[in-house]
């Protein structure tokens, strides 16, 4: 049956290239797919398979019961885009003016579809309940993944599994952690509060655009001067806003920014170090501020057995594979609250486009879509690897 199954979703590459391209042109972003999940719920009404939809928002929540005894196993693909106008020009670019799917979700979404459709003719034969977890708000804390595990309907599940297809692995390339994979990611917000004037008269006022480009240049000593060298921390300030004309000196300026960790005491440290920065500086010169910190979703901590799982036995899937375990990466995600809660894993399905691709959340990334079988065969792989242990 398993074979079987492999087989089918080769043979679905057709049908899965067709249903990633149309989300491709029609994007939603992170709490506004609504029209995303009604075609979910719709794909799953034609294959019969039940389906809860709106499941903390607007997730969708297909339950396949197999003919055989066995365990209850999750495999999760998000489906919102982000609020990013595309670049590219192909045939199926985002018809959204600012919306794109620039991270690959909208593959997430055609693989686990496309898996769905190639396991309904064997499920006599499956062993165990395979559950079709489609998340919607990814991008965006608080994300999709809290609300759907408070939901409960996740509570009789054994385990979870998902992956994301990663333009940064070659094409046939399975990459994963045993433990830290992917950082818990936090943002900040700082406004400095100076006092503007004319630009001819510097000693009127309290410039907040010095002030503010101090605070960019002294946050970020914070990493290579006030932690242990071993330690593995981001601090980046993504935007820097201020000022309206010429020749007049800016009365407020404002930060923002994202803090990336594995470890709760080094994210305590760096909030810690952040809000002596700030005080200090503005005190300093005299200018009033506020600084505003927002924890986002934590770490993305892989089960070790579960992790051995997929370095084991992704391959198995296609002899086209290979797996290798890698360090872990400063990008965030959610699906770190599925594994707080359930033994899993996430992993890595290398998509690079050779020689012309770009990374995540650019307005003219893409990835090769020869990798759609990939993640949905891996998927079934790790389904299968975990009824058998």
């Known amino acids: 049956m398993w074979e079987k199954v492999f087989k ?153 599994f998902g992956t994301h297809l990663w333009v940064d692995a070659p094409t046939g390339v399975i990459q994963t952690a045993k433990k830290e994979f992917m950082a818990g990611a936090d943002r900040f917000h700082i406004t400095v509060k100076g006092k503007g004037g004319h630009g001819a008269i510097p000693h009127q006022t309290k410039d907040a655009i010095v002030i503010a480009s101090q605070l960019v240049t002294s946050l970020q000593q914070i990493v290579s001067r006030r932690l242990d060298p071993l330690s593995t921390a981001v601090l980046t300030v993504g935007t820097f806003e201020s000022g309206n004309a010429f020749n007049v000196i800016a009365d407020s300026a404002a930060l923002t920014g994202t803090v990336r960790t594995f470890d709760p005491q080094i994210q305590n440290t760096i909030i810690e170090e952040m809000d002596k920065i700030i005080k200090g500086t503005c005190t300093g010169y005299g200018a009033d501020y506020e600084f505003d910190y927002y924890k986002g979703y934590p770490p993305v901590i892989n089960h070790k057995a579960e992790a051995e799982l997929i370095l084991r036995d992704a391959s198995k899937a296609d002899p086209n594979l290979r797996t290798e375990e890698i360090a872990p990466v400063m990008a965030g995600e959610d699906f770190a609250y599925y594994l707080q809660n359930k033994p899993g894993t996430y992993y890595f399905t290398g998509a690079q486009i050779p020689d012309h691709y770009y990374p995540h959340h650019h307005p003219k990334f893409d990835f090769d879509e020869a990798a759609l079988p990939y993640a949905a065969k891996t998927l079934f792989q790790a389904y299968r690897s975990y009824q058998e242990e």
């Open 8 to 160: 089918a979703v080769d043979q679905n590459f057709d049908q899965m290239v067709k249903t990633r391209r149309h989300l491709h042109k029609y994007p939603e972003v992170s709490f506004k797919e609504t029209k995303t999940a009604a075609f979910i719920a719709e794909t799953y009404e034609r294959l019969g398979i039940p389906f809860q939809n709106e499941v903390g928002g607007n997730g969708v929540i297909a339950t396949l019961e197999g003919g055989k005894p066995g365990k209850k196993i999750a495999l999760r693909a998000d489906f919102d885009a982000l609020p990013i106008h595309e670049e590219n020009d192909t045939e199926y670019k985002s018809t959204v003016d600012g919306v794109m799917h620039a991270c690959g979700h909208d593959g997430h979404t055609a693989a686990l579809l496309g898996l769905a459709e190639a396991v309904v003719p064997f499920k006599e034969e499956l062993p165990g309940t395979m559950v079709f977890l489609h998340q919607h708000a990814e991008e965006y804390a608080p994300g999709g993944a809290k609300p759907i595990i408070e939901s409960g309907v996740l509570d009789d599940v054994d385990a979870v």
